[in-house]
């Protein structure tokens, strides 16, 4: 389990934490605090880390964020932990969801700076301007938590606003705070490079280290209800073995894929990540929901099947057009099963109960007994019953 507290970081817990709205994926928003106007012709004296701690710990509570950052020296304090939803969105009932909790985390960074300020002598028009010292520390712990090396709507730049409401409930990544839906800031205008690593601006050179190598990821996301990583279990992780197999990622197994996420899990999922152009650590080998979407084709979710909606599925989806997925996470169950029993090949596993699928299910009743017109394929109570009570699955109507 990652860290809820950023280690180093001076900790002022607020306490008033709340869950997060866990069936969006993991972000980060990027924030500076602009506490004065200032310009190229009149620049202003930085306002002091101290000064921003004791706002947000005091009158400014309600707007608090996770964390106080200053990337002049590196310092950093932090309100909540990382789990939390922490207060620096505008979150308004008009918006589709709550902006503060819309992610598995949803950790938020005030880099105390304002564009033009003046630090011991020098002036720093933007924030990738200054040492941007404590950021290498803060970027692989909020990696750490599962948030992707990516800007859904773009790195900033400058100071626009760009907002889409898709993207947002969508994709994690990082968002600037000029992103976020009913928000109406435009900040922070820059934000420093992930590939910023030891002896990246603000580590001083006597600091410098080189890097030792990378140990296997271990800790776990849960994505759609169901945990993977390392000690994950269940029918998900074999899905996934398997069609990490199919797709020519299966050159770390020595037996498997089975039920139990091992180092080989990881280390073929992070093959993987590598070929879709993932690096550093949104490659490293713990799934999130954009490359399991794209390997499975589906996310897979809690093993129950409604009789309604897998008939639904296997009367519609073979005359659909390609692509189509009527109830695609329990027409998967369903196809598992019967790749389980020996009746359907790994790769027809794509949550479309398409014209293999039925003549699969088609066999599967055969098997029950069941001849001529009522062993069409299409699923019925008391074979889906059987089929679930063989492989594990709850039933519904």
């Known amino acids: ?77 932090q309100l909540f932990p990382a789990d939390s939803r922490s207060k620096s969105l505008l979150s308004p009932a008009e918006s589709p969801t709550r902006t503060n909790r819309a992610g598995r985390v949803v950790i938020q960074i005030e880099a105390v700076f304002f564009p033009y300020c003046r630090y011991q002598g020098g002036v720093y028009p933007r924030l990738v301007d200054t040492p941007c010292a404590g950021w290498d520390r803060i970027h692989a712990w909020i990696s750490s938590w599962g ?41 922070p205008g820059s934000w420093p490079d992930f590939t910023a690593g030891p ?74 990540q590598g070929s879709l152009g993932y690096s550093g650590q949104a490659a490293d080998g713990v799934p999130g929901e954009g490359s399991l979407r794209r390997l499975l084709g589906y996310l897979p979710g809690q093993r129950t099947v409604s009789v309604a909606h897998v008939v639904e599925a296997a009367r519609t989806d073979p005359g659909a057009e390609q692509g189509h997925l009527t109830y695609p996470a329990e027409a998967a169950i369903v196809e598992q099963a019967l790749v389980d029993e020996g009746l359907l ?17 088609a066999a599967w009743q055969r098997r029950c007994g069941y001849e001529a017109g009522a062993a069409d394929g299409i699923p019925g109570q008391a074979s889906l019953h059987r089929l679930g009570a063989a492989q594990g699955f709850a039933v519904t109507d």
């Open 147 to 187: 948030v992707p090396d990516i800007w859904p709507m773009g790195r900033p730049a400058d100071f626009s606003g760009h907002r889409d409401e898709r993207a947002w409930e969508a994709f994690g990544g990082w968002y600037a705070h000029a992103h976020v839906p009913y928000n109406d800031h435009t900040d």
């Open 345 to 361: 090949d790994q790769r027809w596993v794509d949550g479309s109960f398409g014209s293999r699928t039925v003549s699969a299910y």
């Open 199 to 272: 002896g990246s601006p603000g580590t001083p050179p006597s600091q410098q280290h080189p890097v030792p190598p990378a140990a296997p990821a271990r800790y776990q996301v849960s994505i759609n209800g169901l945990p993977y990583g390392y000690g994950a279990q269940g029918y998900q992780v074999t899905a996934v073995g398997r069609a990490l197999v199919s797709h020519g990622f299966g050159d770390h197994y020595r037996s498997g894929p089975g039920p139990n996420w091992t180092d080989a899990d990881t280390a073929n999922y992070a093959d993987y």
């Open 1 to 77: 389990m990652p860290e809820p507290w950023l280690p180093g970081a001076e900790i002022h817990d607020l306490g008033d934490h709340a869950p997060t709205d866990q069936q969006y994926p993991p972000k980060a928003i990027a924030h500076i605090t602009w506490d004065r106007n200032a310009t190229a012709t009149a620049p202003q004296d930085w306002c002091p880390y101290e000064d921003l701690v004791g706002y947000f710990t005091g009158s400014g509570a309600g707007s608090a964020p996770h964390l106080v950052w200053d990337p002049f020296s590196g310092r950093t304090a």
